[in-house]
C-alpha cells in the first residue's frame, strides 16, 4: 500500500498510468476511493493521483493539523515528493477548496485546477447552520452522517453509493471536523480575482448542499475562468454520473491545457 511520510502524518496515495499529470482530491470525510469511476479511464492517457488526505480513508488520523493550510503543505509535499510536473489538480466539495488554494498559493506547481461542486463562500454565508451541524456531529455522529449524506446525492441515485459515501465518512477521523468550523469564516472571493493558473469549475445541476449560484459567482470573479453545469446531477457528479462526468473533465482537462 503506497504511503508518503510528509509534515508529521502519513499519507496514503495510488498513482496510476503515464502522460500529463492529474491530482484528485477527494471531499470531506470520503477518500481517492470516491474517483474510483475515473481512474480507469484517465489513467489510459494520464498519470493519475489520488491521496486520502490527512484524517481520512487509508491515512493517518493526527489530532492536529486539520486545516486547509495543511492540507494544502501536504499537497506541496506529496507533488514534490511524487516529481508530479504541474498537474492539473481536480477537487471534489471542499477538495476544490484545497485545489484553489493550492492555485492561489503555488501557481507554479499546477497547470490548471477544476472544483467540482465546490463550496466556495456558501457556508460562510449560514454559520449557525455550520454550527448545529457541529453540534450534531458531536451530540450522534452516526445518525447525523446518515440522515445528511443522502441529500449530497441527486433524487434515483442508487442507495448503494449513498451508503459507501456513509461508511467512509464514519470511518474517518473526528478531527477533520475541524473543516466544518473553519467553513463558517472560509470566503475565497477576494482572492479569486488574483488567481494566475487556468480554472473551470464544474457543478451539479441539482446540487442541494452547494447552490449553482455559488460557482456562477467563483467564476465571474475567476480570470478566464470557465463553467460546465452537469445536468441531472447532484453534489457527486464524479459519482452519480460518471461517464457524463469523465466526458465533462476531458472537455475542462482540453480547456485549462491549451490556457496553461
Given at each position: 500500500m503506497p504511503s508518503l511520510d510528509v509534515n508529521d502524518t502519513t499519507l496514503h496515495y495510488e498513482d496510476e498510468g503515464s502522460g500529463p499529470a492529474l491530482l484528485l482530491l477527494h471531499g470531506w470525510g470520503t477518500s481517492g476511493r470516491a474517483w474510483d469511476a475515473q481512474v480507469?479511464?484517465?489513467?489510459?492517457?494520464?498519470?493519475?493521483?489520488?491521496?486520502?488526505?490527512?484524517?481520512?480513508?487509508?491515512?493517518?488520523r493526527p489530532r492536529r493539523g486539520n486545516t486547509t493550510a495543511q492540507v494544502v503543505a501536504d499537497l506541496v509535499a506529496l507533488i514534490d515528493a511524487l516529481r508530479l510536473d504541474r498537474p492539473v489538480v481536480v477537487g471534489s466539495s471542499i477538495g476544490g477548496t484545497f485545489a484553489t488554494e493550492l492555485g492561489l498559493l503555488r501557481p507554479d506547481l499546477t497547470a490548471g485546477v477544476i472544483p467540482v461542486g465546490a463550496p466556495g463562500y456558501w457556508p460562510s454565508t449560514r454559520p449557525q447552520d455550520q454550527a448545529d451541524?457541529?453540534?450534531?456531529?458531536?451530540?450522534?455522529?452516526?445518525?447525523?452522517?446518515?440522515?445528511?449524506?443522502?441529500?449530497?446525492?441527486?433524487?434515483?441515485?442508487?442507495?448503494?453509493?449513498?451508503?459507501?459515501?456513509?461508511?467512509?465518512?464514519?470511518?474517518?477521523?473526528?478531527?477533520?471536523?475541524?473543516?466544518?468550523?473553519?467553513?463558517?469564516?472560509?470566503?475565497?472571493?477576494?482572492?479569486?480575482?488574483?488567481l494566475r493558473v487556468p480554472v473551470h469549475y464544474v457543478h451539479g445541476e441539482l446540487d442541494a448542499a452547494i447552490p449553482l449560484e455559488v460557482a456562477r459567482t467563483c467564476a465571474a470573479l475567476t480570470p478566464g475562468a470557465g463553467l460546465t453545469v452537469i445536468a441531472g446531477a447532484g453534489h457527486m457528479p464524479h459519482q452519480e454520473l460518471p461517464s457524463r462526468f469523465n466526458a465533462v473533465l476531458r472537455s475542462a482537462l482540453a480547456t485549462t491545457t491549451a490556457a496553461a
Open positions: 480507469p479511464d484517465f489513467a489510459r492517457d494520464h498519470r493519475v493521483v489520488t491521496v486520502d488526505w490527512r484524517g481520512c480513508g487509508r491515512s493517518a451541524l457541529l453540534a450534531r456531529l458531536r451530540r450522534d455522529r452516526a445518525g447525523t452522517v446518515t440522515a445528511w449524506v443522502p441529500g449530497w446525492f441527486a433524487p434515483g441515485t442508487a442507495p448503494a453509493l449513498m451508503e459507501r459515501t456513509v461508511r467512509q465518512i464514519l470511518d474517518s477521523g473526528v478531527h477533520i471536523d475541524e473543516h466544518q468550523a473553519a467553513a463558517r469564516a472560509y470566503d475565497p472571493r477576494p482572492a479569486l480575482p488574483g
